[in-house]
């Protein structure tokens, strides 16, 4: 099963999400997500997808993997999974062991358990210990609208449609306070506020919001690896606190745990090592008493290995899909919300390739 072809594709996909175009990431916002994906193809053709974290079609991003990830792949043995992340990791620690160099070794990994899963002719839940569920429960992750009534309506709108959870992503008091009200008693509403505030800040809120009845309380205090400001916003007992889109590793878990810093621990598949490092960081969240909540704004096949590993869990996490409306689904039906709930897909592998007249419209 040897590697003979190893690339990536950069797709940005258009969206409409009737609130603010979401998110700078230190560039102009724009209303398009991108989909970096991880292409490995073995002697016996074999197609392997996997997905490395990316925003604001980033060339320089994909540029790094194909130079420095993408080469030490070619001509292993793609059965030797964690062999394969563990001689990446070790040789390109000096590069970062959170961000781009991470992402790639993500965008690998995710790519190696698809191709082992169409090898065994097998789903990708199944080679994880098989399904405890056909569907997951999905929770509408908003867009940030900054506006009461425009957040009020998003709430009613996602309720409407059936979804029971639902996350903002407001940093007003008010804001949050008119989306609760909303939500009424036919949805529970969860904050993540991307890491705005001080630790004194923090607390400011934490105890301004601490009658709504929040069931979690995300990335509240800068920086995001700040664990024990973090711990001193939980140590408040107001929120259960949520946190890890920003970790790089199992061992960010274990630090955050040690400094009692979350209840909920939320790994993105695409940004933390892949599906193997998720795998490790779910058993870890069980023998210690966490939440294993997965992040996940990937719409790529980081989205549907996270579908994957949530119904892989013995009570399935809530799975975290942004409440956003694409031109056009990479996967077809596969990844569109149908009353709060998507389907674990029972092809091998990923069990749902990316539509190649999707990949070659939306390419860059
Ligand atoms: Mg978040």
Redesign the pocket.
């Known amino acids: 099963m040897k590697i003979v072809k190893a690339e990536t594709i950069l797709l940005a996909l258009p969206f409409e999400c009737g609130g603010l175009p979401p998110w700078g990431w230190g560039g102009k916002p724009a209303n398009s997500f991108d989909a970096l994906l991880v292409r490995l193809e073995t002697e016996d053709g074999i197609v392997g997808w996997g997905e490395a974290f990316s925003r604001m079609e980033d060339r320089a991003l994909k540029q790094m993997i194909d130079d420095r990830v993408l080469p030490l792949v070619l001509g292993r043995d793609a059965r030797e999974v964690t062999r394969i992340k563990h001689d990446l990791e070790f040789n390109l620690h000096n590069f970062g062991r959170v961000g781009p160099v991470m992402y790639g070794i993500a965008g690998v990994d995710i790519a190696l358990w698809d191709i082992a899963g169409k090898a065994a002719r097998r789903p990708l839940v199944d080679l994880l210990g098989g399904p405890h569920a056909d569907r997951v429960e999905v929770y509408a992750?908003l867009v940030r609208y900054a506006s009461e009534d425009a957040v009020a309506a998003a709430v009613k709108r996602a309720i409407g449609e059936g979804y029971s959870w639902i996350?903002l992503?407001e940093v007003s008091v008010p804001v949050i306070a008119a989306a609760v009200e909303a939500a009424g008693d036919d949805a529970r509403v969860m904050l993540?506020t991307?890491c705005p505030w001080s630790v004194e800040e923090a607390l400011d809120y934490d105890r301004a919001l601490a009658g709504l009845g929040l069931h979690w309380l995300?990335?509240p205090v800068w920086p995001p690896e700040n664990y024990a400001g973090l711990a001193r916003v939980r140590a408040a007992g107001n929120h259960a606190i949520?946190s890890g889109?920003n970790a790089g590793s199992l061992f960010d878990f274990v630090a955050m745990h040690d400094a009692g810093a979350i209840d909920i621990a939320?790994p993105d598949v695409a940004k933390t090592g892949g599906v193997t490092e998720l795998v490790r960081i779910a058993n870890y969240c069980h023998a210690n008493g966490l939440s294993f909540s997965p992040?996940c704004?990937l719409f790529g096949p980081g989205q549907i290995a996270t579908i994957h590993l949530t119904a892989a869990e013995r009570r399935p996490p809530l799975f975290?899909r942004l409440y956003l409306d694409f031109e056009t689904e990479l996967f077809g039906r596969a990844a569109v919300v149908v009353d709060g709930h998507l389907s674990v897909p029972r092809g091998p592998g990923l069990g749902v390739d990316p539509d190649p007249e999707v990949v070659d419209r939306y390419r860059i």
Do not use: L, M, R, W
Request: glycine share 0%; no cysteine; charged share 45%.
């Open positions: 992750s996350k992503h993540d991307n995300e990335e949520a889109e939320q992040h704004a975290e």
